[in-house]
């Protein structure tokens, strides 16, 4: 019987559903995490075989020593994961540490971690990537933005989701952020794409090919929702386009992906761009390589018709699925943001839009910086309907006039 270790099993709050297949898979599933046995949910806890309580999850040595006491009583850890970007890193020293092979190890995390280092396997296969600067002083900067013009990105070089990232637009927004910026972390300026994001998410065997692929459309910058707590919205697509899925795959290889859920991010150019492309062409952002975050494995289930959690048990336990992929349609993610008023209240928006409802969920604290505080997943089957449903969501109501 195989043995595999999930990292974090209870957060994101539906990632039992991954340690739910792989039990049903016939795996022991050994979980690790720092919130106490008796406060697990009832689901998570019939989906594991064993949990070790850590005080942190942060301390490297109590998750060593928690991994190491599954080893003795159980044998051999065949797999060790938590599909999580935040622990990527650890997950890896881990796999190095205990010699388990069937994932990245820690020579592996500068290409799949870093955004500068991102960027020539990318390249490898044809694929455009923004030209950048590693950040260093004043003049360093302002010598690439002659260059590339105003604005700039600049983010974490070893980043998590859109936390710290800012556009600088002038030599004294970019003042402020020298001066502000912690200078023990490495940031890295890339020029400013006029394009909308485009995801590649794929489940990928032993040998690099996919078991399944769908993708999804951020309309809204990830950047400006955090940054002006603004509300959040993006889709799962009806159906994956020919030049996203071909840029998934060469990426894919490039990086040298197996065993593994992904979720690659492309820029789909809203305008012609020098040294890009043309307008609709797909270029390089970012790889992620775990799901797409919160509750996007969901998604893709009601999008598709199918169990991504089982395609993804299924590739761990047997490489390979039979999982069926059945109706497709659009699948709608909407997080509102407290404190705005909308034209259309909770309740209204429930009326109107119950029977295409799959979710409505409070959005755990978290992950509300990205996502908003209230959470609607919806399902239809044309973009019409999708876009009415947007403008629905997200209209707010118009300010009282003052008496005369």
């Known amino acids: 019987m195989k043995n595999c270790v999930f990292i974090s099993p209870n957060f994101p709050t539906n990632y039992w559903k991954f340690c739910r297949e792989l039990k049903n898979n016939g795996l022991n599933v050994l979980g690790v995490g720092d919130q106490p046995y008796d406060e697990l949910s009832q689901d998570l806890k019939n989906s594991l075989t064993e949990y070790y309580k850590v005080g942190s999850l942060e301390n490297y040595d109590e998750v060593y020593r928690a991994v190491a006491f599954f080893a003795f009583k159980y044998g051999r850890i065949d797999w060790l ?9 650890q997950d890896a020293r881990l796999r190095t540490d205990f010699h388990i092979t069937s994932g990245f190890q820690t020579e592996d995390m500068p290409r799949v971690k870093y955004k500068s280092k991102m960027k020539e396997y990318y390249q490898a296969v044809g694929i455009p990537t ?4 590693l950040v260093d002083n004043e003049a360093g900067c302002l010598k690439f933005i002659k260059q590339v013009g105003w604005p700039v990105i600049v983010k974490p070089d070893n980043g998590v989701g859109a936390s710290h990232t800012y556009k600088l637009g002038c030599q004294e927004e970019l003042r402020a952020f020298l001066a502000e910026r912690d ?42 929702i955090v940054n002006d707590l603004d509300n959040s919205v993006y889709y799962i697509l009806k159906a994956l386009p020919a030049d996203t899925r071909k840029a998934g795959r060469a990426a894919v290889k490039s990086f040298g992906v197996k065993s593994r859920f992904v979720h690659f991010e492309f820029f789909r150019l809203d305008q012609d761009q020098e040294g890009m492309g043309k307008k609709g062409d797909v270029v390089a952002l970012e790889v992620n390589m775990r799901p797409c975050g919160g509750f996007t494995p969901d998604m893709i289930n009601f999008a598709h018709s199918t169990n991504v959690y089982k395609i993804w048990a299924d590739m761990i336990a047997f490489d390979q699925s039979t999982v069926p992929v059945g109706e497709h349609a659009f699948c709608a993610f909407a997080g ?22 799959r979710m409505v969920e409070r959005i755990p604290d978290a992950l509300s910086d990205a996502m908003g505080n209230q959470m609607y997943v919806a399902l239809f089957p044309t973009q019409k309907k999708l876009d009415a449903f947007y403008e629905d969501v997200l209209r707010c109501a118009e300010p009282e006039k003052p008496e005369q």
């Open 336 to 357: 509102r943001r407290d404190g705005k008023n909308f034209a259309l209240d909770h309740e209204a928006l429930l009326k109107k839009y119950g029977k295409q409802m």
């Open 81 to 89: 994961e938590s599909n999580n970007e935040y622990w990527l890193e």
């Open 130 to 133: 923004a030209r950048y600067h």
């Open 183 to 224: 200078q023990n972390v490495p940031y890295i300026m890339e020029e400013f794409i006029h394009a909308t994001v485009n995801s590649y998410d794929a489940i990928i065997d032993s040998n690099g090919d996919p078991l399944f692929e769908t993708g999804n459309i951020t309309p809204m910058s990830i950047m400006d």
